[in-house]
């Protein structure tokens, strides 16, 4: 399940000018310059590997270079905590986009470019992990370079944007979007304490943003952000920034919006739990009664313990073991593993 920084990212990159904005940012100047920006699209989550990507924080985009055909990827994704191996995890993702591009591209002849991208804000300070694939490698680097040999290992360097090491006025004059650069300000603002601290400052970051073509739609996905991030403290510091913009009626419908949107969702959230786990359930009660079926069949005797043990197990891989294990067993302990009665 995502949290509110995933939400808020998404919502902020899901408008290609911010996307494009921030992603020129961030990139490499040189790089940045040779990119079509007016191509950029972002991509399905799934593009990589659907059972690794749906649990990260991270965005999937693609543009053309200038005057090409020639397609690039950004990975981008967000970090709130410093991960030790984050090249090794870049790596994997690089190569499995590589793999997936190859299978649906047979006839093409140039693979794409692709830069990983790590935006990276923690409360506990600058990012300390290797950037680069090979300092996870444990071989000593100085000597391979020296030697000749470092360039035939395998070798990956990802781009960072440490939200951290940049100064909040540096992230307020940057040439993107209001909303871009208030998320990135928030973002910075690592701890509750020091968001709420700070929060009060930021009013012109907001009115940016309110006054905006879209702004109204835009603010609201902030108060949500800050709302879903912080403490009733957050909510009154919040209140204050946004009494410097519009009259206390307004506020207060705007509170009560956000209010009503995030109970919405958590009531959605929590219906789609109860229907995933009613379908587990489903599934337990289908895989005991099948277990039972199969022993009757066989001719293999149980009492009304074992019986009772089966129809009570909720865990569906102990079911799906036993179940596979009654096809071919004689005995009951040779399906349940406990000695027979």
């Known amino acids: 399940m995502s949290g509110p920084h995933d939400r808020f990212i998404r919502y902020v990159l899901e408008h290609s000018e911010r996307a494009a904005a921030l992603l020129h940012t961030v990139l490499p100047p040189g790089f940045a310059s040779r990119v079509d920006w007016s191509t950029l699209r972002s991509q399905p989550t799934a593009l990589v590997d659907t059972a690794i990507r749906e649990t990260r924080g991270d965005l999937s985009f693609s543009v053309r270079l200038s005057g090409s055909s020639r397609r690039a990827f950004i990975l981008l994704e967000h970090q709130?905590?410093?991960?030790?191996?984050?090249?090794?995890?870049m790596r994997q993702y690089v190569s499995r986009l590589l793999d997936r591009w190859e299978q649906q591209h047979r006839r093409t002849r140039h693979q794409p470019l692709i830069l990983p991208v790590v935006l990276y804000h923690g409360p506990r300070g600058p990012w300390t992990a290797p950037r680069r694939v090979e300092e996870l490698l444990e071989v000593p680097l100085e000597e391979?370079?020296?030697?000749?040999?470092?360039?035939?290992?395998?070798?990956?360097e990802y781009v960072l944007y440490d939200l951290m090491t940049r100064s909040e006025q540096e992230l307020k004059t940057l040439a993107c979007p209001p909303l871009v650069r208030l998320a990135l300000v928030l973002l910075r603002l690592a701890s509750t304490q020091e968001l709420n601290e700070r929060l009060t400052q930021q009013v012109d970051l907001f009115r940016e943003v309110y006054t905006s073509p879209q702004g109204a739609r835009e603010l609201e996905a902030v108060v949500c952000y800050l709302r879903e991030r912080g403490t009733e403290v957050t909510g009154e510091v919040t209140r204050q920034v946004l009494g410097c913009l519009m009259r206390e009626?307004?506020?207060?419908?705007?509170?009560?919006?956000?209010?009503?949107?995030?109970?919405?969702?958590?009531?959605?959230?929590?219906?789609a739990e109860g229907r995933a786990e009613g379908r587990a359930e489903g599934r337990a009660e289908g895989l005991a009664a099948g277990v039972l079926r199969i022993l009757a069949t066989r001719g293999i005797s149980l009492d009304d313990e074992s019986r009772q043990h089966i129809l009570d197990c909720t865990d569906l891989a102990t079911l799906d073991r036993w179940f596979e294990r009654a096809l071919r067993a004689n005995t009951l302990s040779e399906v349940l593993g406990t000695p027979e009665h």
């Open 80 to 89: 709130s905590r410093v991960e030790g191996r984050m090249a090794a995890r």
């Open 144 to 156: 391979a370079r020296r030697e000749g040999w470092l360039k035939h290992l395998l070798r990956l």
């Open 249 to 271: 009626q307004r506020v207060e419908e705007l509170m009560w919006t956000v209010g009503q949107r995030l109970r919405a969702e958590g009531r959605r959230e929590g219906r």
